[in-house]
């Protein structure tokens, strides 16, 4: 499978360089330089430095051929933007956006986007820890 990874943070480079442990291709976008330098020299896809809301630096990317998408920068609207862009108009198979805002998250998801959003899980996550704290004093009671 052949990936385009959009954002070199933490969760970008992660999910770069277990898709490449996996055997997969993988090239990655960012702006910044030094992000590209979490994946290391020897990291074996292309790093592609740039603004992924470009069509050219995507297409440097080699967006055309690629299986998957990941949008996984720190803004929204982008990974929104370019998400759209790589479902729409390249027809890649499998999209995925990380977006921070759970309105933001269900509205897009609810239009077809996959979304994933690492807010609502920690809500749903303290929720949960708390419910469970609140039924453990209730017992104790």
């Known amino acids: 499978m052949f990936v385009v990874v959009v ?13 490449i442990e996996d ?5 990655v976008i960012d702006q910044n330089l030094e992000a590209l ?8 896809g292309n790093l592609i430095q740039g603004p992924a809301l470009e069509t050219t630096v995507l297409e440097r990317a080699e967006i055309e051929r690629a299986d998957a998408f990941v949008a996984a920068t720190n803004g929204d609207n982008t990974n929104i933007v370019i998400a759209q862009v790589a479902r729409d108009r390249y027809q890649i198979p499998c999209v995925i956006a990380r977006v921070l805002d759970p309105s933001r998250a269900k509205f897009y998801s609810q239009q077809g986007l996959t979304c994933i959003c690492p807010t609502r899980t920690a809500i749903d996550m303290m929720e ?5 704290f ?7 009671a």
């Not at 954002?7 to 898709?19: D, K, N, P």
């Not at 330098?37 to 074996?44: N, S």
């Not at 949960?128 to 469970?132: E, H, K, M, T």
């Not at 609140?134 to 104790?140: C, G, L, Q, R, S």
């Open 128 to 132: 949960g820890a708390l419910r469970a």
């Open 23 to 27: 055997g997969h291709d993988v090239n």
């Open 37 to 44: 330098g979490r994946l290391g020299h020897e990291f074996p």
């Open 134 to 140: 609140a039924a453990e004093m209730t017992e104790d």
């Open 7 to 19: 954002g070199c943070g933490r969760v970008g480079a992660s999910i770069a360089q277990s898709l």
